[in-house]
């Protein structure tokens, strides 16, 4: 059985029927207030003990977690001594980012331990990464993470890496933003949206932001990789496209693929980075779509909702 929290969100929904087309018995968690302990799901709140003390006296238990649940909320400040350099964190929120983000996965990973769980797979982030010194990315470079929500999947990440080294196997993906046909927003739609209605994209970010992307199928197969790879110990891997990306080169890919359409850039200059996929490929036998497909695909989608 596998049980998949943020079964609710915009991956963990799709994510639930590619799980349950492969794999059969798939849980899946969805936030509340209050515990339900159904057949069919569960509902609970990561971050109370109470709750996680009642998923305990479950009779049966799963033989991998896919954890997805958190909260995305990121906030940032140009550099006021000089907007070309690293912005710098915005107050707001932080004790709901960390409750959401390292509360939660601190208590999943107790709830592991004590259930015998064998392998936990976790959504972490791209931007713990924070703005790198070199184009290239890979799993070793060094994370400077730039605001909170950045922190709080780091320290996740790290309770897990302990975990790992009694008797729990964890995967750690590291995901750029994430987009796909059906999201009404996101930089991906945004950029998409401008395309098809104004034939005009306008990039006005006023600090530099490392900016990486990859489309929710390319999500999903990832994590189905992972679970049948199954993990050994702790495994931290790079999952994206794998091709140079900022906001203006994504700008760029997009307007080449719409007729007569123009990009105006009028923000700080932008980091590229690239997020080495290679040890993905080579761990999980993944490997992704190339970018201008999916973004082809995006676009009509965009264009039918006119």
Request: proline share 5%; glycine share 6%; with cysteine.
């Amino acid at each position: 059985m596998i049980l998949l929290t943020g079964g609710g969100g915009f991956v963990g929904r799709k994510l639930l029927e590619a799980l349950q087309g492969l794999y059969g018995e798939v849980l899946p968690v969805f936030r509340s207030d209050c515990y339900s302990n159904q057949k069919e799901y569960i509902q609970l709140d990561l971050t109370s003990i109470k709750h996680l003390e009642q998923l305990k006296q479950r009779k049966d238990h799963p033989d991998t977690v896919v954890h997805f649940a958190g909260l995305v909320d990121i906030h940032l400040l140009p550099n006021q001594t000089n907007p070309t350099l690293a912005p710098v964190p915005a107050n707001k929120d932080i004790a709901s980012l960390y409750m959401a983000n390292t509360i939660s996965t601190a208590n999943l990973l107790e709830y592991c331990l004590a259930a015998g769980v064998k392998h936990l797979i976790y959504a972490s982030s791209q931007t713990v990464y924070g703005l790198p010194k070199t184009q290239v990315i890979q799993e070793e470079t060094l994370c400077e993470p730039l605001e909170h929500y950045a922190v709080s999947k780091y320290c996740a990440e790290q309770l897990l890496k302990t975990g790992s080294k009694q008797d729990l196997a964890v995967t750690c993906l590291r995901f750029p933003g994430i987009y796909g046909e059906g999201r009404k927003s996101g930089m991906v739609y945004k950029l998409c949206e401008a395309a098809v209605k104004r034939k005009e994209i306008k990039v006005e970010f006023s600090m530099p932001l490392p900016l990486d992307v990859l489309h929710i199928e390319d999500v999903i197969e990832a994590v189905q990789k992972a679970v049948v790879h199954g993990g050994s110990g702790w495994t931290c891997l790079n999952i994206s496209t794998g091709e140079p990306c900022n906001i203006l080169l994504l700008a760029q890919r997009i307007a080449s693929l719409m007729k007569d359409c123009k990009v105006i850039d009028a923000s700080v200059e932008q980091p590229v980075i690239q997020l080495d996929n290679s040890r993905a490929k080579e761990v999980l036998g993944w490997s992704p779509w190339p970018m201008n497909k999916r973004l082809v695909n995006m676009l009509e989608s965009v264009e039918n909702e006119a």
